[in-house]
């Protein structure tokens, strides 16, 4: 089975406005990753949090980490079409395991 | 460009053939993974390396699948006796040992008629 799950597996917003996703894994992590991956591309890294931080921001992303809740959530402030993608999280020392992602729409 | 780099970017092949696939990690990294998509999921876990040993391999991984890194480099993943099922992108990622962000290629997308 999957480490880590995407919620909610789709989302639609209109540019400007903020979105939230977030991530459930199952098993303890040293750190936890997120990363976007465009229509028929490869993915690409957003950011990582280890599991003694609680939250972690760069540029218009900020992630948080509940390691007591097993969860961890992506929010992407102030949205551009560009920001169009799939998001998934990925969690270390088992970072091998993806869930299936949150697609995310935003319309301009 | 110093990013990953996978060869070839797309493969068709029929039925019972064997293919191989070739990724070029970022050089400065020792770790190297490969994966593998289809359509709507996320990046399923085929096998890892540190330097040229395989470390893990997912035992959802078939014997008909083998990954090398010989000289800790390039590596290669060969698919034998291809089936329909093996369709989707193969993807491969590397990984510097203490940070762990994976850099990911654009992947190989194979078709199997």
């Known amino acids: 089975s999957q480490q880590g799950e995407e919620d909610p597996q789709a989302l639609s917003i209109q540019e400007g406005e903020n979105a939230t996703m977030n991530c459930s894994y199952k098993?303890?992590?040293?750190?936890l990753q997120w990363y976007r991956q465009n229509s028929g591309r490869g993915l690409v890294h957003l950011i990582l949090?280890?599991?003694?931080?609680r939250e972690k921001h760069s540029g218009r992303l900020r992630v948080t980490l509940d390691t007591s809740k097993k969860s961890s959530s992506l929010l992407i402030t102030a949205s551009r079409a560009a920001d169009t993608a799939s998001y998934f999280c990925?969690?270390?020392?088992?970072?091998?395991?993806f869930g299936t992602g949150t697609s995310l729409t935003v319309i301009p | 460009d110093t990013g990953v780099s996978q060869n070839p970017r797309h493969k068709i092949t029929k039925r019972g053939q064997n293919v191989t696939f070739r990724c070029d990690p970022i050089?400065?990294?020792?770790?190297l993974y490969w994966y593998r998509q289809t359509l709507g999921q996320g990046p399923e876990f085929l096998t890892y390396?540190?330097?040229?040993?395989?470390?893990?391999k997912s035992r959802l991984l078939s014997d008909r699948f083998s990954a090398e890194r010989p000289k800790g480099s390039f590596s290669t993943l060969e698919i034998q006796r291809t089936e329909q099922g093996d369709s989707a992108m193969y993807l491969c990622?590397?990984?510097?040992?203490?940070?762990?962000?994976?850099?990911f290629g654009p992947g190989t997308r194979l078709t199997v008629l």
């Open positions: 990622a590397s990984s510097s040992e203490l940070q762990g962000e994976q850099f």
């Open positions: 098993t303890s992590i040293n750190n």
């Open positions: 949090i280890r599991s003694n931080e």
């Open positions: 990925a969690t270390a020392p088992t970072q091998f395991y």
């Open positions: 050089s400065e990294h020792n770790r």
């Open positions: 390396f540190q330097n040229e040993a395989q470390l893990e």
